[in-house]
């Protein structure tokens, strides 16, 4: 390393840094040492297309793990009473590691194209009449994401409304439920059992 004597405090943070990146680097040789980093490895971690469908019987339900898609496909016109969901929040959570999961999308635009192959089917299974009650929440936007250099908010519900109304679903009304987040973290904290090892007694 060449370097000037002004430069010292520099180099011994270079240095520093350096003994930092030799340490992970061993850590992560270490890693794939034990482990490996097989193609069997590789392909676990790649995304899956399709979803093995798996059915649940009981006396007063039927529970189906599949493509939603895929499965609506399947049933038959003006069958289903009430469609009572909350669909993924655009790419705000992915639910799995496929390519067919619904948060697997970069924007809203690429949500609602994939939305486009789900609703028809919903339209087309429920009863004339019937209600579909969908749970939405709009997003609030960073303005360190955005660019805007403060929050803005997605109207995320009115365009699930503007979708759902595209093929054919009639907007009757809407409820709005005021959400706390320090509040609703509080409770899931609350509720945890780790919180419940440290302290029991704040649980009350």
């Known amino acids: 390393i060449i370097y000037t004597e002004s430069e010292e405090e520099i180099k011994k943070t270079l240095e520093k840094k350096w003994a930092k ?16 980093l097989t193609q069997k490895a590789v392909n ?11 059915e649940v019987r009981g006396e007063n339900y039927v ?37 067919n999961d619904f948060g697997h ?4 635009d690429r949500f609602f194209e994939q939305m486009d192959f789900l609703i028809p089917e919903l339209y087309r299974v429920l009863k004339p009449g ?19 250099a403060m929050p803005s908010v997605s109207p995320f519900s009115d365009k ?5 109304a595209k093929h054919g679903f009639v907007f009757f009304g809407r409820i709005t ?19 419940q090892c440290k302290d029991g007694t704040k649980m009350g």
């Not at 971690?45 to 469908?53: C, D, E, L, P, T």
């Open 177 to 195: 439920i005021v959400t706390d987040v320090v509040r609703e973290n509080n409770q899931t904290y609350r509720l945890g059992w780790s919180e």
């Open 160 to 164: 699930t409304t503007a979708a759902f």
């Open 21 to 36: 990146h030799e340490k992970l680097v061993g850590k992560m040789v270490g890693i794939i040492k034990q482990y490996g």
């Open 63 to 99: 529970a189906v793990n599949n493509d939603c898609v895929a499965e609506l496909m399947d049933m038959e016109d003006n069958t289903v009473d009430l469609i009572h969901t909350s669909i993924p929040f655009s790419n705000h959570y992915e639910y799995t590691p496929s390519y």
């Open 130 to 148: 019937r209600v579909a009650a969908i749970h939405v929440k709009d997003r609030i936007l960073y303005g360190n994401v955005t660019g805007l």
């Open 44 to 54: 676990e971690m790649q995304r899956s297309i399709g979803v093995a469908r798996q």
């Open 105 to 108: 999308n970069s924007d809203d």
